[in-house]
């Protein structure tokens, strides 16, 4: 596994949660990793991607409320969220947008209103 999702969990309406992606064998340093969702009955999408250069980029229902980071000591990517709202519920994954891998299990955000 390549990439680890963790972090997920129940929060309530407009609070916030920090996701942490943890790389294994590949470097956050050297490539653009992505992090993706999907809810039940829905297709994956894109939340948010890092590139090597620092620049980032997010999906258009993401509106300011989420923000991706990168720590290239600890080989992390992290998504920090806020103002979460039920529709935010989902698996959220992280991969490599140019080389996909394995989706593994992800981690699990449930938003209660």
């Known amino acids: 596994v390549q990439l680890q999702a963790s972090g997920g969990g129940l929060v309530q309406a407009g609070g916030s949660l920090t996701l942490t992606c943890t790389a294994h064998i590949i470097t956050v340093k050297y490539n653009q990793v992505a992090w993706y969702r999907q809810a039940p009955g829905k297709q994956r999408e894109l939340v948010a991607a890092i590139a090597p250069s620092g620049r980032v980029s997010y999906g258009d229902f993401v509106k300011r409320r989420f923000s991706i980071s990168k720590d290239i000591d600890a080989n992390t990517v992290a998504l920090h969220m806020n103002y979460l709202q039920p529709e935010d519920t989902a698996i959220y994954y992280c991969?490599?947008?140019?080389?996909?891998?394995?989706w593994g299990q992800g981690t699990l955000v449930t938003v209660s209103s």
């Open positions: 991969n490599l947008p140019r080389d996909l891998g394995p």
